[in-house]
């Protein structure tokens, strides 16, 4: 029977080293929390997610993803392991964001259960101090990523391969690492095959993974060169021979996609040096045991000539880290990369660090001399490790909100997919093309694959400048943060206020407003138009002052000298509208409409710009008289409102439109378009709030 203090000893040292984790916990639940709260959202949480989705289902569909750039689809710039994986996984439970979240989800699980093999086997054959010490490093390298979170713009849970790519490498390097030292024969044989599949797929995730697959032949050689004929050859079967595949079968696509024209973008070197100093400043106690682990293995090998098996594990790991480094470095100085390129080494770092634990630990039992103080100091140092990185990652404490939808997005969403579906005819959903299959809507092309085909480049885009041309779209959604060479033949209709649903993680866009054709609005029965601008000049009009300028506009005014640009107009109905910005806000004037006589009982009318009641107003002139008056709504705003004038006592009369601009200060300018007669069950129908 075990007495109470023995059981005690026993324990302890388990206890005392889990306390020193308790940042790194806290860490990791903070990210659960996180996780946990995005994970149902119905909506893209970052801009690229509903494209992937979109990749998935086309591969489900059996169209496949690389072909010629077309209107119908443009793949992103990566190979296709993600996406496949989706569509098989989408034939059993459904194509979706919960999904795809839950790939990487699970991968984030794959991860830590790599990372604690690698402490286990990092601390086997060692004593109860350093196996305490490995569990905590472990952790601390878990919290260390954790950490990251918010730095790398909530990029772990996401309908992205990065944290499927990230489990792969890591998984294929830890096994690279041991796998190759086990067995004899077929079966040692086989382990080291293995880990080449591992890593061999994992550049049809990402292709970064080459340089993963040339640090994985590094350990090979390192650990068992008998096994490098192996590991070269599956790696290179997989490869190379998964890369020909894929050529006949795309017709020679494939590698156009993700070669040539991601060799297109910039590579900027500020920013390939910035990012070496990113990685290795973020976390300082990090990089510092780092340097305090290789020291004390230089120590050891140096007075010892022998290494404590956790003093391997630390160096491969430290080799891997500088591999990842590079990797970030790289993937950051390309054009349009986020910080999500750190991921890599972030994590290995986090795992360098925490096998940097027990390693210390070990060395110095090593060396020290005296047997009855060497454990004590040794624990001590690798104490006093953990608890500087445990600080720093309570100084790294963030907070969910920022990355984690509200239920004002989530009803925005719905909004958003209502509007998309009752929109009749085809739609363009270029930033978000999810949200066109959720409103029972066909897909087309994610605005992404537009840029990444034309930026400093001249390809042609099959049936986009047609299907712009033809009207073929009824409404183009657009975001705020819209990269598409430009919508001709459209115009912006209206915005899309409450019907924004944020992203969250990465470039944080949403969005902003529909365009629609450009031709002039078809009234509807029973309504007649009077004036609508669509001439392109006021012919029969008269204009008073500079405001009205010499013609209608077909969009808001640019900077003019030292007077500011306009903000951008929404709902000009058809082509043109009148504006009385010309010469900025403190430009006045007045325009006059020809005469006609009333022959309904109410006038409608778009009228937008400032609401000042006083010195911006729309006058109804009847025998030189002013007999009604209306404002612009208010709030004031670039954006034509719906405006009604009753006319049932004027029908008969002979009235001009007056429109007057008195005004001087901020928003001190009319817009005016689309004047209509209207009998008053035809301005229900028409009326646009």
């Known amino acids: 029977m075990i007495d109470e203090p023995s059981r005690l000893r026993r324990w302890a040292p388990w206890i005392a080293w889990a306390v020193l984790a308790a ?12 996780v946990g709260q995005r994970f149902g959202y119905p909506y893209d949480l970052e801009w690229m997610e509903g494209g ?22 443009i793949p992103y710039l990566y190979t296709p392991l993600y996406p496949g994986a989706l569509a098989i996984l989408g034939s059993i439970f459904g194509l979706s964001y919960q999904l795809g979240r839950a790939v990487s989800i699970v991968s984030m699980f794959g991860i830590a259960v790599v990372v604690f093999s690698v402490m286990t086997r990092a601390s086997r054959d060692s004593g109860r101090a350093v196996r305490a010490a490995a569990l905590t490093g472990g952790l601390i390298a878990l ?3 954790a950490a990251t979170y918010p730095w790398t713009k909530g990029w772990f849970d996401l309908v992205r391969c990065d944290t499927l790519f990230l489990w792969m490498v890591t998984a294929g390097l830890t096994m690279a690492h041991h796998k190759a030292r086990l067995g004899t024969g077929w ?14 797929l994992a550049f049809f995730c990402k292709q970064t993974g080459i340089l993963f697959v040339g640090a994985g032949g590094v350990i090979v050689l390192v650990t068992n060169w008998r096994r490098a004929p192996i590991y070269v050859a599956v790696t290179g079967a997989i490869g190379l021979g998964g890369t020909a595949l894929l050529q006949v079968a795309t017709g020679r696509w494939f590698w156009t996609y993700v070669f040539e024209v991601h060799q297109a973008h910039d590579f900027n070197r500020d920013r390939f040096w910035m990012a070496l100093w990113e990685i290795l400043g973020k976390f300082p106690a990090m990089t510092a045991a780092i340097a305090v682990g290789l020291v004390a293995v230089a120590a050891t090998a140096a007075v010892r000539r022998e290494l404590p098996a956790a003093a391997r594990t630390f160096l491969i790991w430290v080799f891997v880290f500088a591999v990842s480094t590079v990797v970030g470095m790289l993937g950051f100085a390309t054009e349009f990369a986020e910080r999500n390129a750190y991921m890599p080494a972030m994590l290995h770092g986090g795992i360098a660090a925490g096998v940097a634990v ?20 040794a624990e001590l140092a690798g104490a006093t490790l953990t608890v500087l990185m445990g600080l720093q990652l309570l100084g790294a404490w963030w907070s969910p909100r920022p990355w984690v939808p509200t239920e004002a997005d989530k009803l925005a969403g719905d909004a958003l ?5 009752a929109t009749p005819g085809e739609v363009w959903v270029p930033a978000h093309p999810w949200y066109a299959h959720l409103a029972g809507k066909r897909m087309y092309v994610h ?174 002139v009847v025998d030189g008289a002013a007999v009604r008056w209306v404002n612009a709504p208010t709030p004031s705003a670039e954006r034509l409102r719906d405006v009604t004038i009753d006319t049932h006592d004027l029908v008969g009369k002979v009235a001009r439109i007056r429109v007057i601009d008195a005004a001087i200060g901020g928003f001190g300018h009319l817009l005016i378009d689309e004047i209509w007669e209207e009998t008053p069950a035809t301005a229900a129908r028409t009326a646009a709030p």
């Open 23 to 34: 940042p790194a916990i806290a860490q990791l639940i903070l990210l659960a929390a996180t």
């Open 52 to 73: 992937m989705l979109q990749h998935a289902q086309r591969i489900a569909d059996g169209q496949g993803i690389y072909g010629p750039p077309s209107v119908d689809f």
């Open 143 to 145: 919290g260390t990523f």
């Open 187 to 200: 079966r040692g044989q086989a382990r080291t095959a293995a880990a080449a599949a591992v890593l061999g």
């Open 358 to 377: 027990p390693t210390v630990i070990a060395c110095l039992q090593l060396l020290l001399p005296d047997r009855q103080r060497r454990a004590l100091l």
């Open 417 to 421: 997919i209502a509007h998309i579906a």
């Open 447 to 620: 605005q992404m694959g537009i840029k990444d085909v034309t930026w400093r480049q001249h390809r042609t885009i099959l049936g986009l400048d047609q299907a712009l041309r033809e009207r073929r779209f009824t409404a183009v959604f657009v975001d705020a943060a819209q990269t598409t060479p430009g919508l001709p033949g459209y115009r912006r209709d209206d915005r899309l206020a409450g019907e924004a649903p944020r992203t969250v993680s990465g470039a944080r866009i949403r969005p902003d407003a529909v365009w629609v054709p450009v031709g002039p609005v078809v009234p509807p029965p029973g309504a007649r138009v009077l004036f609508d601008f669509e001439d392109g000049t006021f012919d029969g009009w008269t204009t008073e002052g500079t405001a009205w300028g010499k013609a209608p506009v077909e969009r808001e005014l640019p900077r003019q000298g030292p007077i500011p640009a306009q903000g951008a107009i929404y709902r000009i109905g058809g082509r043109f509208c009148a504006d009385s910005y010309h010469g900025g806000d403190a430009a006045t004037g007045t325009l006059t409409s020809p005469a006609w006589t009333i022959q309904a009982p109410q006038l409608r009318l778009r009228l937008g710009g400032g609401g000042n009641q006083q010195t911006l107003r729309v006058e109804l």
